[in-house]
């Protein structure tokens, strides 16, 4: 799949002649791009690790007032509602500001930010190692977990985003075959099952593992 994405984009770029019409044109090569990047922290330049959190659940400290100083009296509140950044003499009144509401904690920093704030972050745009050939229904499960994923005529473009190791190590793999519970010790798992002693056929200690298995759809296309 990568010399015919190489030939296609290249063609795109260039403008060059295709015996056949491509199976995507390049605002469809932009639009999944764009869909993939990850916001970046302004804070620490972390991209793609932030948890959506409920303001509910977040740690008094994120309503501590950084411009609060003790030693000046009567110049601002203590405590800061950290979605619309109104500031409140307790931290009972900036909790209830906005409780109902979710933010975006980068996992490196703990920088906190509203969904407007999140929305107007710099992005970074993915890096894209290998190009696959894979199923219409494997390209939703990938693209719903934030992967470059081109759709076109009844199969999809993945763009991979890691090289050099086998697929079903990839972290995105891994997370589609634990929400099908086809892990070993899952109920669903794709592990070899043990034969009973009276079984005729030997069975292979080797196996497949479910990862491996769960990585079928693309690496048997």
């Known amino acids: 799949m990568n010399q015919e994405m190489d030939f296609i984009l290249s ?3 260039y403008d060059a002649s295709i015996p056949e019409d491509p199976p995507f044109d390049e605002s469809d090569y932009e639009s999944a791009i764009c869909d993939a990047s990850s916001q970046t922290c302004s804070e620490c330049g972390n991209s793609s690790y932030f ?9 008094d400290s994120k309503f501590q007032n950084l411009d609060y100083d003790s030693d000046v009296p009567d110049t601002v509140d203590p405590y800061i509602c950290p979605v619309c950044g109104l500031t409140y003499p307790t931290l009972a009144q900036a909790r209830a500001c906005c409780e109902s509401e979710t933010v975006h904690v980068c996992q490196c920093c703990g920088a906190v930010y509203s969904d407007d704030e999140y929305d107007d972050l710099d992005t970074t745009p993915p890096e894209i190692f290998e190009w696959w050939a894979v199923s219409d229904w494997f390209g939703e499960k990938l693209k719903a977990r934030g992967e470059v994923v081109l759709d076109c005529w009844g199969k ?6 890691t090289t050099g190791q086998p697929i079903s190590l990839d972290f995105v793999i ?13 109920p669903h798992s794709w592990a070899p099952k043990p034969q009973s002693k009276s079984a005729a056929i030997p069975v292979s200690n080797s196996g497949i593992s479910a990862a491996n298995r769960a990585a ?3 690496t048997h296309l």
């Open 11 to 13: 063609a795109l770029a």
């Open 51 to 59: 948890d959506e959190v409920d303001v509910t659940d977040l740690d």
């Open 156 to 161: 999809s473009y993945w763009g991979r985003q």
């Open 174 to 186: 891994a997370s589609i075959a634990k929400e099908m519970q086809i892990l070993d010790g899952q």
């Open 216 to 218: 079928w759809e693309v």
